[in-house]
């Protein structure tokens, strides 16, 4: 049996007869193809109305609890108790997108993403469906789609490259279009990126570009984003979780030159990172050295499997007014606490 790290020192290491071999190769994956930029507006149709959430529980320790079942959960919508239509439990499998950055940025440290990424799908479920997506400056590129073959997934992790600027946030859209088509499966979105996206920089930096002194600090309002709000959106409504691993590079606190407009615009990309995670139930990774890529990969493989997925009917199923609508989900044992995404805007 050919595992990842074999493929790869295949690749890397074979010196006879290279272009039959990588020729070959690519006869297994005839659906790696280039993405044309989507519209911030793009929004995902679905057909049910049901609200998916992804649910964690702990115990006072901090210890995962992967034994529930269905009767032991309760979900409220803006206080209200909301009759669960299904659930499934820690042992089900995810389709999953590992969402690789192969802007400019991340040139130097290209070899250890990639042995990160690798030892991340050995982490992950035999039935776990993995799909493969790059972005670069030329925009966003499936390396694979949906599969549970680990070769096909370890080749494409080996062959993603690029440079030039950061799409990122068209890359989450299209990765959760695809996600759409994955039916009633499970759903996550891991992205590992420094977060700079280019687009949403440019406004940030139009932004700032006209106030000074001490209001740089608040001038630009991370949450306040079209780019970023498509994306919870189309999120919310198919139930996925997106889990950024944050590259040191775009870390404001490590800036070689800490310019006040630099570290804002910076700052403002971290923070958007941070609610990516948080309004969808995911976690943010922040990696402070590139040995941990591997080490924190591993540890949103074993997020995933204490993850719960519960769906439940809401209020007003056919309301889509814009508002608020608060998620609280309780566990019967006292001594248990259950963290999803605080809630979602009804679009």
Same mark, same amino acid.
């Given at each position: 049996?050919?595992?990842?790290?074999?493929?790869?020192?295949?690749?890397?290491?074979?010196?006879?007869?290279?272009?039959?071999?990588?020729?070959?190769?690519?006869?297994?994956?005839?659906?790696?193809?280039?993405?044309?930029?989507?519209?911030?507006?793009?929004?995902?149709?679905?057909?049910?109305?049901?609200?998916?959430?992804?649910?964690?529980?702990?115990?006072?320790?901090?210890?995962?609890?992967?034994?529930?079942?269905?009767?032991?959960?309760?979900?409220?919508?803006?206080?209200? /108790?909301?009759?669960?239509?299904?659930?499934?439990?820690?042992?089900?499998?995810?389709?999953?997108?590992?969402?690789?950055?192969?802007?400019?940025?991340?040139?130097?440290? /290209?070899?250890?993403?990639?042995?990160?990424?690798?030892?991340?799908?050995?982490?992950?479920?035999?039935?776990? /469906?993995?799909?493969?997506?790059?972005?670069?400056?030329?925009?966003?590129?499936?390396?694979?789609?949906?599969?549970?073959?680990?070769?096909?997934?370890?080749?494409?992790?080996?062959?993603?490259?690029?440079?030039?600027?950061? %799409?990122? %946030?068209?890359?989450? /859209?299209?990765?959760?279009?695809?996600?759409?088509?994955?039916?009633?499966?499970?759903?996550?979105?891991?992205?590992?990126?420094?977060?700079?996206?280019?687009?949403?920089?440019?406004?940030?930096?139009?932004?700032?570009?006209?106030?000074?002194?001490?209001?740089?600090?608040?001038?630009?309002?991370?949450?306040?984003?079209?780019?970023?709000?498509?994306?919870?959106?189309?999120?919310?409504?198919?139930?996925?979780?997106?889990?950024?691993?944050?590259?040191?590079?775009?870390?404001?606190? *490590?800036?070689?030159?800490?310019?006040?407009?630099?570290?804002?615009?910076?700052?403002?990309? *971290?923070?958007?990172?941070?609610?990516?995670?948080?309004?969808?139930?995911? *976690?943010?990774?922040?990696?402070?050295?590139?040995?941990?890529?591997?080490?924190?990969?591993?540890?949103? +493989?074993?997020?995933?499997?204490?993850? %719960?997925?519960?769906? %439940?009917?809401?209020?007003?199923?056919?309301?889509?007014?814009?508002?608020?609508?608060?998620? *609280?989900?309780?566990?019967?044992? +006292?001594?248990?606490?259950?963290?999803?995404?605080?809630?979602?805007?009804?679009?």
């Amino acid at each position: 049996m050919v595992t990842s790290f074999s493929l790869v020192r295949v690749l890397r290491n074979r010196p006879a007869r290279p272009i039959l071999f990588i020729c070959l190769l690519a006869l297994w994956f005839p659906n790696a193809s280039a993405v044309k930029a989507q519209q911030p507006e793009d929004v995902i149709t679905t057909n049910t109305s049901l609200v998916q959430l992804n649910v964690g529980v702990v115990d006072r320790q901090g210890h995962a609890i992967t034994t529930l079942s269905q009767t032991d959960f309760t979900v409220y919508e803006d206080g209200v /108790r909301r009759p669960i239509q299904h659930f499934e439990s820690t042992e089900a499998p995810f389709s999953l997108v590992i969402l690789l950055d192969m802007s400019g940025s991340t040139a130097t440290f /290209r070899q250890q993403i990639q042995t990160a990424a690798l030892r991340f799908i050995e982490a992950l479920a035999p039935e776990d /469906r993995i799909a493969v997506v790059e972005f670069n400056g030329k925009g966003v590129k499936s390396l694979q789609g949906f599969s549970t073959d680990r070769r096909r997934v370890a080749y494409a992790i080996s062959i993603a490259s690029g440079a030039g600027e950061t %799409y990122l %946030y068209e890359a989450l /859209r299209y990765s959760l279009k695809e996600l759409a088509h994955e039916e009633k499966r499970r759903k996550a979105i891991v992205v590992l990126t420094d977060g700079i996206d280019t687009e949403a920089r440019n406004g940030d930096r139009a932004v700032i570009s006209k106030v000074s002194g001490s209001d740089l600090e608040t001038a630009i309002k991370p949450e306040i984003n079209a780019q970023l709000s498509s994306v919870l959106t189309n999120a919310d409504r198919l139930g996925v979780s997106v889990f950024p691993l944050a590259l040191p590079s775009g870390d404001p606190k *490590r800036l070689p030159l800490p310019d006040p407009l630099i570290t804002a615009m910076y700052a403002a990309a *971290r923070t958007r990172l941070s609610l990516l995670a948080h309004r969808t139930g995911g *976690r943010l990774h922040e990696i402070h050295r590139l040995d941990d890529m591997a080490k924190l990969y591993a540890e949103v +493989a074993a997020d995933l499997r204490t993850l %719960y997925s519960i769906a %439940y009917q809401p209020t007003n199923p056919g309301a889509r007014d814009g508002k608020w609508r608060e998620i *609280r989900v309780e566990v019967a044992r +006292a001594d248990l606490v259950a963290s999803t995404k605080p809630g979602y805007y009804a679009r």
